[in-house]
DNA sequence: GCCAACGTTGGC
DNA sequence: GCCAACGTTGGC
């Protein structure tokens, strides 16, 4: 059982839209950065814990909790034309996007990245470290238990 | 295979 | 809207 953080921008798809879906559950579409695709496709398995993170907001931290709910499959909007993730190259019979879905566990407090950034257990997050956008990253072990921890108090 | 130019991310 | 940092593209 791993644990990973994955972000999305909540105008497009936020911690309530997620509440809201069909089964609380989505599929994770629309990245394109290989890294975190081979992440979804390679690494990824059902049951693995998600912190849930609004980003590019007004207060982008963590709002929720969720799991991995499903094997790697196919993005679909990437053969969708009039997706903004439509990817030309993109080729059905060996398709370059895959994904997993996310269910929610539960939709938590935000724990805002200014507070992130506080605690000396967290200094180690890849997502923290200067420069890092990459939108899927591992967590560890005690950093899920510490930011569980604290959204639930 | 190098690397300059360009595009994107995401906090501020 | 700015801009640092990083990823991708494409000419050579």
Redesign the pocket.
Known sequence: MAYWLM?S?PDEFSIDDLVKAPRQTTSWFGV????ARNFMRDTMRIGDGVLF?H???AV?GIAGLAKVSSKPHPDESQFDRKSPYYDP?ADRKDPRWMLVDVKLVKKTRVMP??EM?TCPELAGMI?L???????ITPVTDAEWNFIVGKLGE
């Open positions: 972000k921008e394109r950065n290989y890294v993170y980003s590019s907001c982008p190259k990245l200014d950034r997502t470290k200067r420069g890092n956008r990459l939108s």
